[in-house]
């Protein structure tokens, strides 16, 4: 059983930047691939970017070269670096594991977080 707990989500200019964390419970966290996933009002959940085990790491296109996902594994804590941000990066931000790293990125994952708002003013 892994529980997750995003932190970090906010409210922020257009141009501007956030940090957010997903605190993993467990022993084995190495063990899992990691996701974040977003979901905008009336519109469904989408793919943000995914970190395996081995720290690979895939991103969706819109939010390729501005966003960085990242883990450290001695903290149970995964990351995502969000930079330039536009007002339509707004939405719910949820973190995700997985031992399958195609759950993770296809968004069947077994384990959700509670979710995060971000806001993006223009």
Same mark, same amino acid.
């Given at each position: 059983?892994?529980?997750?707990?995003?932190?970090? =989500?906010?409210?922020? *200019?257009?141009? /501007?930047?956030? +940090?957010?964390?997903? %605190? $993993?419970?467990? #022993?084995?966290?190495?063990?899992?691939?990691? =996701?974040?996933?977003? *979901?905008?009002? /009336?519109?469904? +959940?989408?793919?943000? %970017? $995914?970190?395996? #085990?081995?720290?690979?790491?895939?991103?969706?296109?819109?939010?390729?070269?501005?966003?960085?996902?990242? +883990?450290?594994?001695?903290?149970?804590?995964?990351?995502?670096?969000?930079?330039?941000?536009?007002?339509?990066?707004?939405?719910?931000?949820?973190?995700?594991?997985?031992?399958?790293?195609?759950?993770?990125?296809?968004?069947?994952?077994?384990?959700?977080?509670?979710?995060?708002?971000?806001?993006?003013?223009?």
């Amino acid at each position: 059983q892994v529980q997750l707990v995003e932190s970090g =989500g906010g409210l922020v *200019q257009t141009g /501007g930047s956030l +940090r957010l964390s997903c %605190a $993993a419970s467990g #022993r084995t966290f190495s063990s899992y691939n990691m =996701g974040w996933f977003r *979901q905008a009002p /009336g519109k469904e +959940r989408e793919f943000v %970017a $995914a970190i395996s #085990r081995y720290s690979t790491t895939n991103y969706a296109d819109s939010i390729k070269g501005r966003f960085t996902i990242s +883990r450290d594994n001695a903290k149970n804590t995964v990351y995502l670096q969000m930079n330039s941000l536009k007002p339509e990066d707004t939405a719910v931000y949820y973190c995700a594991a997985d031992i399958v790293t195609r759950a993770v990125v296809g968004g069947t994952a077994d384990y959700w977080g509670q979710g995060t708002q971000v806001t993006v003013s223009s």
